[in-house]
C-alpha cells in the first residue's frame, strides 16, 4: 500500500451531511442516469448488481423509545493514499492528474478484480453483464461517459466528465482552470440531493464551502485510522453516527477534532 | 585442399540457397504488409456531400463554421440551417451543390458526414484545450499565426483543398484510417515541453473516460 499521500494544488473532495441526509436515494438515481449503468434484469441479486453511489443505513442499535438510524451515502473516497492502486497490475486505476480524483480506465483493465479486494470501502465493482438499455432508454446515454463493457471493474468518478467540461468552459472564458470557483464544478449526486446534504468542491481552496465544512468539529471520515486519506468527509453532530464511521473498542472515547 | 575446396563451396551455394528465398520472401512480405494489406484493409466511403472547402474559405473564415460554444464545447461540423443562410437558393452551376440544395436544404435534414478523426466512445477530446487562443495563453508558439496552423497539427490540411479529402474506412474496426491514435497524442503529451509547462497532463483520466 502507498504508505505516502499525493498532494495536488487542487484536490476535489465531497462533505456529506449524515443528519441532513434523509435516504431518499435520489443521488443514487441521478448516478445511475449520469454515469451510464445501465439497469440490470435481477437488481435485488446483489452480488451482481453495481452502484457506483451506495446509501447505507445505520442504526444505534438501541431499543424503540432511544432508537435511530441515519443515512450514509457512499461513493469512491477518491483517498490519497490508494490501497487500490497500488495492486492494480495493469496501471487502469491511478491517481496522477491534478485535482486528485482516482482514475478507472475500463479500456485498460483486464478485470482481475485486486482493486475490488484491496479497497475497504467496497467502492469497487465487477461488472457482470454487458450494459443493455430498455428501447428509447438508449436515448438519454451521457455522451462524456463511456459505457463499459462486462468484465471490467468500474467506480465512481466524482462525474470526471464534468470537471473536464467546466475546464473547458473556464478555457473559453479565458480563466484559470486550477481556481474554478464553487460550484462551476459538482457532481450529479451534488446537484440532485434534494437537502442539499452533499457539498462539493476544492478542500484546498478557502473560497470553497467543503473547505470549512471539512475542518468542522463534526466532521469525521470513514476508517481513518487506516490511513487512507479519503477525500470524502461527513458530518454528523450525533457522536454515535461518527463513532460508526472507525472501529472502536467499547471503552474507547471518540477521538474529538481540534 | 581439394576437399576443402568443395566445402568451401558448398556452403556458399548453401547460403545462397537459404538466403536468395529469405530476402524474397522479406521483400514479399514487406510489399503485402505495406502496400496490398492496407489496400485490402481500408475501402473508401464517399462523404454525403461532394463539399469542398476552397470556395468556402475564400468567403469565410473557419470560425464561421468551426468555433468553441460559450460552454467550452465545440461546434464542429455546422447544421444545415447554418449552410442554409446561403445555399437557400444556388450560389453557383455546380452539380455537387444541386443536389446538396436538392437532398439536404429542401429535404431539412442534415447530412451525416464522416469525421475522420472520431475518436471511439473510451477517449476524451477537448477542441478548447487545443485552441489557438489555450495555446497563446500560455505565452508559447508565436509561429501559430492563424487557428489554421494549429488545426493542421492534427487534421489534414482541408483549407485550400478543392476536393473532399478522401474517408478510408477500417474495414475490421469501422474507423477512418487518418484518427489519431493514442501514440499520436503522446507526442504532445508525454513531450516535456508540454508536460509541465502547460496543463497537457499524460495522466490516463486526462484523456480516458
Not at chain 2, 123 to 146: I, N, V
Not at chain 2, 160 to 169: A, G, R, S, T
Request: proline share 6%; aromatic share 10%; glycine share 6%.
Amino acid at each position: 500500500m502507498a504508505s505516502v499521500s499525493k498532494e495536488f494544488k487542487v484536490k476535489w473532495g465531497m462533505v456529506i451531511d449524515v443528519d441532513k441526509c434523509t435516504g431518499c436515494g435520489a443521488c443514487m438515481v441521478a448516478c445511475q442516469a449520469e454515469n451510464n449503468i445501465a439497469p440490470v434484469t435481477d437488481a435485488s441479486d446483489k452480488r451482481r448488481s453495481l452502484n457506483w453511489l451506495l446509501v447505507y443505513e445505520l442504526s444505534n442499535g438501541k431499543a424503540y423509545p432511544e432508537h435511530e438510524v441515519a443515512y450514509l451515502p457512499r461513493p469512491c473516497q477518491q483517498c490519497g493514499s490508494y490501497p487500490c492502486a497500488s495492486v492494480c497490475p495493469v496501471v487502469a486505476t491511478d491517481k496522477n492528474e491534478e485535482g486528485g480524483i482516482v482514475s478507472q480506465v475500463p479500456s485498460r483493465c483486464i478485470g482481475c478484480r485486486y482493486c475490488m479486494a484491496a479497497c475497504p470501502y467496497h467502492a469497487r465493482y465487477f461488472n457482470w453483464f454487458d450494459p443493455v438499455w430498455p428501447s428509447g432508454m438508449d436515448k438519454i446515454i451521457t455522451p462524456d461517459v463511456s459505457v463499459r463493457p462486462r468484465g471490467v471493474v468500474e467506480k465512481c468518478s466524482f462525474c470526471h466528465h464534468r470537471f473536464m467540461q467546466a475546464k473547458d468552459r473556464a478555457r473559453v472564458a479565458g480563466k484559470d482552470v486550477y481556481d474554478l470557483e464553487d460550484g462551476e464544478y459538482i457532481t450529479a449526486c451534488t446537484e440532485t440531493c434534494p437537502n442539499g446534504a452533499i457539498a462539493f468542491g476544492d478542500l484546498l481552496n478557502e473560497k470553497h464551502r467543503v473547505y470549512h465544512l471539512s475542518r468542522s468539529k463534526y466532521a469525521f471520515r470513514l476508517l481513518e485510522r487506516l490511513g487512507t486519506e479519503p477525500q470524502v468527509y461527513y458530518l454528523s453532530k450525533r457522536e454515535w453516527v461518527r463513532r460508526q464511521g472507525d472501529n472502536y473498542l467499547q471503552n474507547e472515547p471518540t477521538p474529538v477534532k481540534g | 585442399m581439394e576437399e576443402k575446396r568443395n566445402k568451401a563451396a558448398g556452403i556458399g551455394g548453401l547460403i545462397s540457397a537459404a538466403v536468395l528465398p529469405f530476402i524474397i520472401g522479406l521483400i514479399l512480405a514487406l510489399v503485402i504488409g505495406w502496400w496490398a494489406f492496407p489496400l485490402v484493409l481500408f475501402k473508401e466511403v464517399p462523404q454525403p456531400v461532394a463539399f469542398k472547402h476552397s470556395p468556402h474559405s475564400e468567403v469565410m473564415e473557419c470560425a464561421d463554421c468551426h468555433f468553441l460554444r460559450e460552454d467550452g464545447s465545440f461546434s464542429g461540423i455546422p447544421t444545415t440551417a447554418e449552410c442554409a443562410s446561403c445555399h437557400e437558393s444556388a450560389q453557383g452551376e455546380s452539380r455537387a451543390e444541386a443536389e446538396y440544395i436538392e437532398k439536404y436544404v429542401n429535404g431539412e435534414q442534415e447530412a451525416p458526414w464522416l469525421v475522420h478523426q472520431k475518436q471511439p466512445d473510451n477517449a476524451f477530446f477537448s477542441h478548447a484545450a487545443h485552441s489557438l487562443e489555450s495555446c497563446q495563453q500560455m505565452g508559447c508558439h508565436a509561429d501559430y499565426e492563424k487557428a489554421e496552423d494549429l488545426c493542421i497539427t492534427c487534421h489534414p490540411s482541408t483549407a485550400d483543398l478543392d476536393k473532399p479529402v478522401p474517408y478510408l474506412e477500417n474495414r475490421l474496426t469501422g474507423y477512418s484510417n487518418s484518427t489519431m491514435k493514442m501514440w499520436e497524442c503522446e507526442r504532445c503529451h508525454a513531450n516535456p515541453n508540454h508536460l509541465d509547462m502547460t496543463n497537457a497532463n499524460n495522466a490516463c483520466y486526462t484523456c480516458h473516460k
